[in-house]
């Protein structure tokens, strides 16, 4: 562990979450990786007596199917010595259900305003399930190792009907690649699913500028044409927002990180240079406000936090209001 009075944690990240996780291209780095997790892993050296290292990893090595994920549980994110550090991975949110169970959090860096959402294939412009469904006997698509995960669906109320959803059935994707989400909306407008069960900001995380080549970018341009969300502010997913450290339960594998790094968080969260991180990487909506951020109006509430029978969006805008009854 480095010595008790100077740990050193070992983060992992992928770099397929714009702008929570990437790869930096110059002149912010020479392609290492970047994202508000890794500036605020890095800042906490500058409140406490650690020593933060960030490094690739695929989220699936993480966390997978309903739990822990390979790497993590042999302690890959540890180097060749276990005696290196504190392994963990970092931008998870921290939701009820399975992940308790394996894992454990650190406090969060962002607040919880990471809904859930349902994302249907559009027909001519029409849902072909529409805001009004429970979802019974339907087949819904699992973003595999992402949150919201699979088994907190069934504790989310539907926007419409102010009921829960009852009766469907939890999928996976017929392929996997590199990209859970890809493979989770190829699957979906493929026909093996009637919905997808997806963070309600995730397809406009996923739109691109002009000649980006992001693996993402061409399948989720449909976003309001081919598909768009039928339900959104969906919160019930979540114990808390976005936290810095997802680490393994047990001995010697980061058992009581969260120890170490809470204490750390809060210092760190007052800072200007928290406030710094949350400009660059636009986060201010989403970050803990300290002194250091600007007084005035509140920002009005992003459109994937707003309940759906609050919207006054189209289908074709990729968020679908409530249909007329």
């Not at 409140?47 to 994920?69: A, F, K, L, Y």
């Not at 529409?130 to 949150?147: E, I, Q, R, T």
């Not at 017929?174 to 997808?196: R, V």
């Not at 969906?234 to 047990?250: D, V």
Request: charged share 20%; net charge negative.
């Amino acid at each position: 562990m480095g010595g008790k009075m100077y740990p050193k944690i070992i983060l992992g990240q992928d770099i397929d979450w714009p702008n929570y996780a990437y790869m930096g291209t110059p002149p912010e780095s020479d392609f290492e990786v970047e994202g508000i997790g890794k500036d605020i892993a890095m800042g906490l050296e500058t409140v406490c007596n650690i020593s933060m290292t960030v490094v690739e990893m695929r989220w699936s090595e993480c966390w997978g199917d309903g739990m822990i994920g390979n790497g993590l549980k042999a302690g890959v994110a540890h180097g060749p010595s276990a005696a290196l550090g504190l392994a963990c991975c970092m931008t998870y949110t921290h939701t009820h259900g399975a992940r308790n169970r394996f894992m454990e959090f650190s406090k969060p860096i962002l607040k919880d305003n990471k809904p859930g959402g349902l994302i249907v294939r559009l027909n001519n412009g029409v849902p072909e399930v529409n805001g009004l469904s429970d979802l019974n006997g339907k087949k819904v698509v699992d973003v595999v190792g992402w949150a919201p995960t699979a088994d907190t669906l069934a504790l989310a109320e539907n926007k419409c009907t102010k009921e829960r959803f009852t009766g469907f059935e939890m999928v996976k994707p017929s392929t996997t690649t590199d990209n859970a989400n890809n493979d989770a909306l190829t699957a979906l407008l493929a026909g093996e699913a009637d919905a997808m069960w997806v963070y309600a900001d995730q397809a406009k995380n996923y739109q691109c500028a002009e000649g980006a080549t992001d693996s993402w970018c061409t399948l989720w341009s449909g976003w309001g044409t081919t598909f768009a969300y039928i339900q959104t502010g969906l919160f019930g997913h979540a114990k808390a927002g976005t936290t810095l450290a997802l680490s393994k339960k047990g001995p010697l594998a980061g058992s009581g990180l969260a120890k170490i790094l809470d204490p750390c968080i809060d210092k760190f969260l007052e800072t200007k240079a928290y406030y710094d991180a949350c400009v660059k990487h636009s986060f201010t909506e989403s970050c803990f406000p300290n002194e250091h951020f600007p007084g005035g109006a509140t920002e009005e509430t992003p459109i994937w936090e707003k309940a759906t029978d609050t919207l006054t969006s189209t289908c074709a805008d990729g968020y679908c209001p409530c249909p007329v009854v």
